[in-house]
């Protein structure tokens, strides 16, 4: 049973080609986070959801894109993917806002060639 | 603005040998403060918080952290490292009105046999 899952798990595709990240979580959770990690381990919030609200979001390229279809997942599209993008990306929640801690997917490894 | 530090990128025990993670933050209200690790290739486990009371957590796989509002301090120790400890630790602070983790830059965990 996981907790929270990611699809798919490394993803290796061209510049300029537009890709998505799913993420679904089964713990009954209203907040649903998406973070990136960049080659130098560094992990910085991009964006939040609370019960498919938008809540939080950080000075990301607009070609990122969050959609919340409910409460239990929140995917990532990405438009016209760049070197840069390359990174592991993180979804996770938490029952209520950060209080409680969050809990991770194991991750999405995007690799922009 | 808040910010977390690990000022340690690299630390490497002996198996057997106490551990002690530094992490420092810098925050105006009070703090939820966070260990993480991550094993490769993996996310992120939450190994303990601290909300308020008392200032010695204690976590899972044994591990346990001190709060020093003083020193504004959330150091993790663990008296004796097994190999499987080896990993990336991440020390992180939120607080109860946002819905965003801060993490630090995260220190390696190499442990020899």
């Known amino acids: 049973d996981t907790a929270v899952s990611q699809t798919p798990k490394y993803l290796v595709t061209q510049m300029g080609n537009d890709k998505s990240i799913k993420c679904e979580q089964n713990?009954?959770?209203?907040?649903m986070y998406w973070y990136k990690q960049d080659s130098k381990k560094f992990l910085k919030i991009m964006f939040s959801y609370n019960n498919k609200e938008l809540i939080i979001n950080e000075t990301v390229p607009n070609r990122f894109s969050p959609k919340s279809p409910d409460k239990a997942h929140l995917n990532l599209h990405i438009n016209s993917l760049e070197l840069g993008d390359s990174a592991v990306y993180f979804c996770?929640?938490?029952?209520?806002?950060?209080?409680?801690?969050?809990?991770f997917g194991s991750g999405t490894r995007l690799t922009v060639v | 603005a808040q910010s977390v530090t690990q000022p340690d990128i690299h630390i490497t025990v002996s198996e057997g040998a106490s551990l002690e993670l530094r992490c420092n933050y810098s925050?105006?209200?009070?703090?939820?403060l966070f260990w993480y690790v991550q094993s490769p290739g993996q996310g992120l486990q939450l190994l303990l918080k601290?909300?308020?009371?008392?200032?010695l957590v204690q976590g899972i796989k044994g591990f346990e952290a001190e709060f020093k509002r003083s020193q504004s301090s959330f150091n993790l120790r663990k008296p004796s490292v097994h190999w499987s400890d080896a990993a990336e630790y991440f020390c992180a602070v939120g607080a109860y009105n946002t819905d965003k983790l801060i993490f630090g830059t995260g220190t390696r965990l190499q442990v020899f046999p």
């Open positions: 996770a929640s938490s029952p209520i806002r950060v209080n409680y801690g969050y809990t």
């Open positions: 713990l009954g959770h209203d907040t």
């Open positions: 925050y105006g209200a009070t703090p939820y």
């Open positions: 601290y909300f308020s009371g008392d200032t």
